[in-house]
């Protein structure tokens, strides 16, 4: 996995608030879920750095931190990009080709699922179920919904987010 | 005592209160077969190995049950060998084995494997499961640990044995269900964290998937090169373990075969006997101790001979490593003996020597790799091999020797004989008590107390003061490094003042090191092995014809011929070292 893909960038205001979370929570009983969660908002994932910080912080090791943070689904160790993908593999949209909605997505970026672009304008994730079953195969940018997708149509909604970046064509 | 009774397979027994069903079923002569259990290390009713069937109040009850966690309960029913209960075994074992790489026959546990003994208890179908291709890299890049992950069976006893126990806790479990195993955070190498190389994973691993990086064709190669005078010299636990690999009864003192295994492995090779250097690590610690006292020096001076303990303070406490004795080990002493004075004594070119140490540790692997311990400039290691107790035993067994039925021989000399002293420092509390020794006679040439029996145990941590000519010694050992971390932490907290303290990182010292003999489950869970051999060490100390260090007659000579005096410039030069902060972050 290229869980490093991005270089760390954390600010001095996300340490100190990561700080106080850890503050809040250390005396708790079990507070290595809630301190993980909290240390995912302020960073929009947990990487080596910041998790290194909540293990010191609650005095556990480092092995522990990775242990739960790698057996939940909900936390990432990869940085999210400006434009986050997400891709509905529930029932109803796996019935209308959801898998291959995904394979072009990660053909036309160049990633994985669960993955970030180098340039950090896109990450890939897939889901279970937006409630749009109705609109199958469904795919998601930040809180715009695609519905009724082909493979042929993605090219074009990838190249709108990367025109208003002023970039280049996937 | 509160107690329970209770029936297994219809035989009645009476229990302690809080006994699980697997020790009330040793109470009955039956043994559960356990994978994940393992006694002070790991219960975590995981494997689901030991399932049992149960009544309570004359009800069958709902489901297996595993006996490994659950209590013993007053008019319970347990039976441990239905058709249920064979057939939960058999699938478990089927699905252990569905992902389990089973190369056996090369494999190093080949024989006196955990799971191949179940697998052939149980009658079962290795290929009934088929899995998905899941491949782990093996992890060799450490100088003393093997991680294959294609073998584990997430049976979690070295990840307890790290945390619980060592809680050094650089190995964890990964990810969830199909895809778990074990490994460093951010599934880095063990070589980029900081692990200490105390082997007690190894130890603890029922199957293959933990070894120690073995040298043993280093040292065939060396053996079939006429240019090079290989040496062995066996570490003072050695003889308490080695012939367990050989199927003597455990506790059986083998010190006689030993030097007459190892010259059987080819034309040449020398058996020299290491409690000498650590009667000679006594001689400058016990006189570093005086120094220190007398003059105001660091205190408590710690003991720095077991190589996984001068890694934990390296990496944990590095405020602490003034505190660590300057003396080396007694393996780095002897390679420097070998290098320096037996070199010029016997005229072989020290690039010549092949040094091979036998020890029960797989710390001193990297030790033999700290630059701190080359000499002749920088051109050579004082010591070129150190090999594991195990490894040992694979070289005499590749080369047939009949070790069981071998005649007693001596060691070579010049570096032949020990005192008590030395024999007792692969016990835990025997460098302290060795130190002891020969510090009191040092102080008090009237001082008449041998046996120093406060501090071998059996308590975790033990602390004695001594009053010896007018001064009063505060000392204290302990072994584990969990045990070592409370003690440590109890001095910083200025709660106690010791002179001296004596740390083993392996709990129970060398006798349970990381390279000592496998035993499995059924013995460790029922039986004190460390005991065992720790008496055969006290049993030699006991009938030694010299009990302190100071008496030896090779002590008397290296320092007649060559050393003069504990302390003196030639001993600092070759029998002292320096230590380095290493930090506690993965790399």
Redesign the interface.
């Known amino acids: 996995m290229a869980e490093n893909s991005l270089a760390f960038k954390g600010t001095p205001a996300q340490e100190e608030q990561l700080l106080a979370v850890i503050a809040k929570n250390k005396e708790l009983p079990g507070a290595l879920l809630p301190v993980l969660h909290e240390a995912q908002e302020i960073y929009g994932y947990l990487p080596l750095e910041v998790q290194q910080m909540v293990a010191d912080g609650l005095g556990i090791s480092l092995s522990e931190v990775y242990g739960v943070a790698t057996f939940y689904s909900r936390f990432s160790l990869t940085p999210k990009g400006k434009h986050k993908i997400s891709v509905c593999l529930g029932t109803a949209c796996y019935v209308k080709g959801a898998d291959k909605i995904l394979a072009e997505v990660e053909n036309k970026l160049g990633i994985k699922s669960g993955e970030c672009t180098p340039d950090g304008l896109f990450s890939i994730d897939s889901c279970r179920c937006v409630g749009a079953c109705g609109l199958a195969p469904v795919m998601m940018i930040d809180e715009e919904v695609y519905g009724k997708l082909t493979p042929k149509e993605i090219g074009a909604i990838l190249d709108k987010y990367i025109a208003e970046e002023g970039g280049e064509q996937a | 005592m509160e107690t329970v009774n209770l029936k297994i397979n219809n035989i009645p027994v009476e229990v302690p209160k809080g006994y699980t069903i697997l020790q009330a079923a040793k109470q009955a002569n039956i043994e559960i077969p356990t994978l994940c259990y393992l006694k002070d290390i790991n219960c975590i009713g995981a494997c689901r190995v030991c399932m049992v069937e149960a009544k309570q109040n004359g009800r069958p009850m709902r489901g297996l049950i595993a006996a490994c966690v659950y209590p013993a309960e007053e008019g319970m029913e347990v039976f441990t060998n239905t058709p249920a209960v064979i057939k939960s075994r058999k699938t478990t074992i089927e699905l252990l084995l569905s992902t389990h790489q089973k190369k056996c026959l090369s494999c190093v546990r080949n024989n006196h494997c955990e799971l191949q003994k179940l697998a052939l208890e149980y009658g079962v179908d290795e290929d009934r499961f088929a899995s998905e291709d899941m491949t782990y890299e093996i992890d060799e890049q450490s100088p003393y640990i093997i991680r294959n992950n294609n073998k584990c069976v997430q049976c979690m006893r070295c990840?307890a044995a790290c945390?619980n126990v060592q809680t050094v806790?650089?190995?964890?479990?990964?990810?969830?269900g199909y895809q778990v195993h074990v490994g460093?955070?951010?599934d880095k190498s063990l070589n980029d964290s900081p692990c200490v190389g105390c082997g007690q994973c190894i130890v603890s691993c029922p199957v293959g998937a933990l070894t120690e990086k073995s040298d043993e064709e280093r040292v065939w190669d060396a053996i079939n090169d006429p240019e090079k005078v290989v040496m062995f010299f066996t570490a003072p636990s050695i003889k308490a373990t080695l012939g367990e690999c050989f199927d003597l009864p455990i506790g059986t003192n083998v010190e006689g075969k030993m030097p007459a295994a190892i010259r059987r492995l080819g034309e040449g090779v020398k058996a020299f006997n290491m409690d000498f250097t650590a009667d000679l690590t006594i001689m400058e610690e016990a006189n570093e101790l005086i120094q220190r006292i007398t003059t105001g020096g660091t205190l408590p001076m710690f003991t720095s001979c077991c190589p996984g303990w001068v890694k934990f303070v390296e990496h944990y406490y590095p405020d602490f490593i003034p505190n660590l004795s300057t003396c080396k080990s007694p393996q780095a002493m002897f390679g420097a003996v070998l290098k320096g004075y037996y070199a010029q004594k016997t005229g072989i070119d020290p690039n010549k020597m092949f040094v091979v140490s036998v020890i029960p540790c797989t710390a001193k692997k990297f030790e033999c790799t700290r630059p701190q311990l080359r000499s002749g400039d920088g051109d050579y290691d004082d010591v070129d091999v150190a090999l594991t107790t195990r490894e040992l035993a694979r070289m005499i067994k590749r080369a047939h020797i009949d070790f069981a039925d071998l005649q007693d021989e001596d060691y070579d000399l010049p570096f032949d004989k020990a005192s008590g002293g030395g024999v007792i420092f692969g016990a835990t509390g025997g460098v302290l008590e060795a130190a002891l020794r020969t510090a009191a006679r040092t102080l008090d040439g009237e001082f008449k107390k041998v046996d120093f029996e406060e501090v071998r145990g059996p308590e975790a941590i033990r602390e004695v003061t001594y009053e010896v000519a007018g001064i009063q010694v505060k000392v204290a050992v302990t072994s584990g490094l969990g045990n070592a971390r409370k003690l440590l932490e109890k001095i910083k907290a200025g709660e106690a003042d010791y002179q001296m303290v004596e740390i083993m990182a392996c709990p129970g010292g060398c006798i349970n090191g990381g390279g000592q003999p496998l035993q499995s489950d059924s013995v460790r869970n029922y039986m004190d092995y460390k005991a065992l051999r720790s008496k055969a060490l006290y049993d030699q100390d006991l009938a030694s014809e010299f009990r302190c260090s100071d008496e030896s007659p090779v002590i008397k000579m290296i320092y007649d011929e060559y050393f003069e005096a504990p302390g003196k410039e030639k001993s600092h030069k070759y029998l002292h070292t320096s230590y380095v902060p290493r930090g506690n972050?993965?790399t």
């Open positions: 990840v945390k806790s650089v190995i964890g479990a990964i990810k969830r460093s955070p951010f972050k993965m």
